[in-house]
Nanobody, 121 residues
Framework: QVQLVESGGGLVQAGGSLRLSCAPS????????MAWFRQAPGKEREFVAA????????YYATSVKGRFTISRDNAKNTVLLQMNSLKPEDTAAYYC??????????????WGQGTQVTVSS
């Protein structure tokens, strides 16, 4: 089992930045593909970004490309989501997710509890 704990959410003005962190624990291995999803009230959960276990491949939703950056430090067992130029429509609960089958699989088995990001206009 892998436990995921997110941190770094908060309230920020439009145009500002936040950095989310995800720290896996338990049966951890750097061979997990990691991703961030988000869910706004009344909306479906949506994909934000993903990174391969090596960090060599990254994928982004069109809505965040060029503004968000996903990265990982396997030595520190941490995955980061740097969010710049935030917009009110980025307001959502953000969830970290992991799978052991690779970033191309698209399905994730482990989920964090979420961290709230609120962007004011």
């Amino acid at each position: 089992q892998v436990q995921l704990v997110e941190s770094g959410g908060g309230l920020v003005q439009a145009g500002g930045s936040l950095r989310l962190s995800c720290a896996p624990s338990g049966r951890t291995s750097s061979s997990y593909a990691m991703a961030w999803f988000r869910q706004a009230p009344g909306k479906e959960r949506e994909f934000v970004a993903a990174i391969s276990w090596s960090g060599g491949y990254t994928y982004y939703a069109t809505s965040v490309k060029g503004r968000f950056t996903i990265s990982r430090d396997n030595a520190k067992n941490t995955v980061l989501l740097q969010m710049n130029s935030l917009k009110p429509e980025d307001t959502a609960a953000y969830y970290c997710a992991a799978n052991s089958r690779g970033v191309g699989d698209g399905q994730y088995d482990y989920w964090g509890q979420g961290t709230q990001v609120t962007v004011s206009s």
